[in-house]
């Protein structure tokens, strides 16, 4: 095999509702030998499974279908472009259905192969009473009595089988996000599944897809700095069979494909950078290494790998009462404190009528003033505000307390502040879900392979029991002592570094990427485990870790128990927790004056 051989994977979707542009774009324009799609999330997962109970035709991502394939299968067909999704959802095969509708409705003939056994729904019965019993990773909880889902986070080796088998498109159902990529790779280059250094690159290169574009300049610090969002390229990785891989976007498209874009993408959605585990590697990001390869190109290299956990990852999803949330809008003077006011007096009330119908008080309340910069604690500074929008959010284990609250809004505007408007009609009710992650021996999760109805061998999953350890290496080195000396002054963080944060359950992670490396001392110094703790200790509960990632001069914080459950669970406006970095690039630091001598 060609030592210089690249394949050039498109990433057509970040998630169950991305915009419709991204294959025709990348079919057209991106000269791709594949397309991969990426639909799921933890949540998505339960609103399929809900819409499968309604119609048992659904349960999968329908755009993938009736958008993106219809819009591009006969392109696919005639260039030769195969294409890996995990559309398939909890119904893969009520997927696969429809695409072949499709393609008999386009007189279109293409192969295609289904991945199932992700859902251990059949197997919670006898896990009940399992020992050591089962618990939550993070909360060490017991299971849930009425779950909803449950699926293993399956790895790649099912798609390379199906890729192997001919298959023109692979359809799974719940595996990592990376594997529709790294089983591209393994198939066309031959990687074993012990190759742990690449496939630990591989998995990186489906890493930097999965989220779109976010690896072209979406959801960038520097936002100003990235041209024509209406025309933003989707990304492609061109892999060789070393594992390197350069990013990159179709031409005349806008956005940016840069080293700080890719490294805020790396870090997204991380734990610890030197032991990100998948089902079929844990890597080692720490040292990779990004490098400017050409106008809108950037080289990554350097990932590294080792044997897996004997273990899947399983998310299931139960639900836990109702919840539901409302808005309204205030205007004029004093526009905070008349919008905290009628939170409160919204909540007294409806808590009165609750008792008086003999219902329980709502289990949690919340109350939002968005426009106020409510979501940076101390450090806020909307002094002044003149518009402002109340959110109000509560649960309850009874639909019809929530159904109170929600008739109780609209007499707001009649009975309280001054400018009260924006009301956008009765708030719905709807079913609280939370998540509930645990781990899974492998040897009880069987992957099956169907190519167009005939099974495939699929070879059994890597059982090495690795260990996970060691962590990123914490080097805790501060500035020199020439430095300190200098008289100095205060800018905010974004001023020195780039950051990005993401969501895994109720945990935050902020990935923060230095602008230049002589500044990373300052930031090891004063951008601390315990200095981020106290900074956003009016979001986050419980401990905050940092990890240093040498490779790009970086530092990836975790924050457990910082989104208020997390998902549909969370009361929050920002439940995901998309904020959490822009919050924290508002945090003083101290620096030399000779840094900034125009703010001197």
């Given amino acids: 095999m060609s030592q210089d051989r690249v394949i050039r994977i498109g990433g057509a979707s970040g998630f169950w509702g991305d915009s419709s542009v991204g294959a025709p774009q990348l079919v057209a324009r991106g000269q791709v030998d594949y397309l991969v799609f990426d639909y799921l999330a933890e949540l998505t997962m339960s609103i399929m499974a809900s819409a499968r109970l309604k119609k048992p035709e659904l349960g999968y991502a329908t ?6 394939m219809k819009s591009v299968l006969h392109d696919v067909v005639d260039k030769g472009i195969r294409v890996v999704s995990n559309a398939g959802g909890v119904n893969p095969q009520g997927c696969a259905d429809a695409l072949r509708a499709l393609a008999a409705e386009q007189n279109v003939s293409i192969k295609i192969a289904l991945v199932t056994g992700d859902d251990v729904m059949p197997q919670l019965a006898q896990l009940r009473e399992a020992e050591p019993p089962v618990t939550e990773l993070q909360s060490g909880a017991p299971l849930p009595s009425k779950v909803l889902t449950a699926n293993a986070y399956l790895g790649a080796g099912s798609i390379k089988a199906a890729l192997d088998a001919g298959a023109d498109i692979v359809i799974t159902g719940r595996c990592v996000d990376s594997a529709v990529t790294l089983g591209i790779l393994m198939h066309e280059f031959g990687w074993s599944a012990t190759d742990w250094d690449k496939l630990a690159c591989g998995s990186l290169a489906g890493h930097i897809l999965e989220c779109g574009c976010q690896a072209t300049g979406g959801l960038h610090t520097d936002w100003d700095s990235v041209p024509d969002w209406a025309h933003i390229g989707y990304p492609i990785v ?44 844990i890597c080692d990001f720490t040292q990779v290494q990004m490098t400017h390869d050409g106008p809108q190109r950037v080289l990554v290299k350097g990932a590294r790998g080792r044997a897996p956990t004997h273990n899947y990852k399983v998310c299931a999803t139960y639900m836990d009462g109702f919840k539901t949330s409302a808005q309204m809008t205030i205007v004029g003077f004093d526009a905070v404190a008349k919008a905290r006011r009628t939170g409160e007096a919204i909540f007294e009330r409806v808590g009165e009528m609750l008792a008086v119908q003999g219902l329980e008080p709502f289990s949690r309340i919340h109350i939002e003033v968005l426009g106020a910069e409510s979501c940076f604690g101390p450090d806020a500074q909307a002094f002044g505000t003149r518009e402002v929008i109340l959110r109000l959010s509560a649960c309850h284990k009874d639909k019809a307390a929530l159904e109170l609250l929600s008739r109780e809004i609209a007499p707001a505007g009649t009975s309280w502040a001054p400018g009260t408007t924006g009301f956008s009609g009765r708030a719905s009710v709807s079913p609280m879900i939370r998540q509930y992650a645990f781990l899974l021996d492998k040897a009880c999760v069987e992957p099956h392979v169907d190519l167009d109805g005939v099974p495939l ?61 002589k500044w990373l001392p300052l930031l090891r110094a004063q951008l601390t485990a315990e200095s981020v703790g106290r900074y956003l200790g009016h979001l986050v509960e419980g401990p905050v870790t940092r990890y240093e990632v040498p490779g790009i001069d970086a530092f990836n914080f975790v924050c457990e128990r910082a989104l208020d459950g997390g998902g549909m669970a969370s009361l929050r406006n920002d439940a995901l927790g998309k904020g959490m970095a822009q919050i924290l690039l508002a945090m003083s630091v101290q620096v030399p004056q000779a840094w900034f001598p125009s703010e001197a």
């Fill in 238 to 281: 061109e892999c060789k069979s070393d594992g390197s891989f350069v990013v990159t976007k179709p031409e005349r498209t806008g956005g940016l494909v840069a080293p700080q874009v890719v490294a805020e993408q790396m870090l997204y959605e991380i734990g610890d950078p030197a032991a990100y585990l998948l089902p079929d590697v």
């Fill in 457 to 517: 061998h699929v070879p059994p999953a890597s059982q090495t029991a690795s260990d996970i350890a060691p962590a990123s290496e914490d080097l805790n080195i501060g500035l020199e002592s020439e430095e300190l000396s200098l008289p100095s002054i205060t800018v905010p963080l974004i001023r020195l570094a780039w950051a990005r944060s993401g969501d895994k359950g109720n945990t935050s992670n902020i990935g923060v990427i230095a602008r230049q490396s």
């Fill in 63 to 68: 755009d993938f279908v009736t958008v993106a």
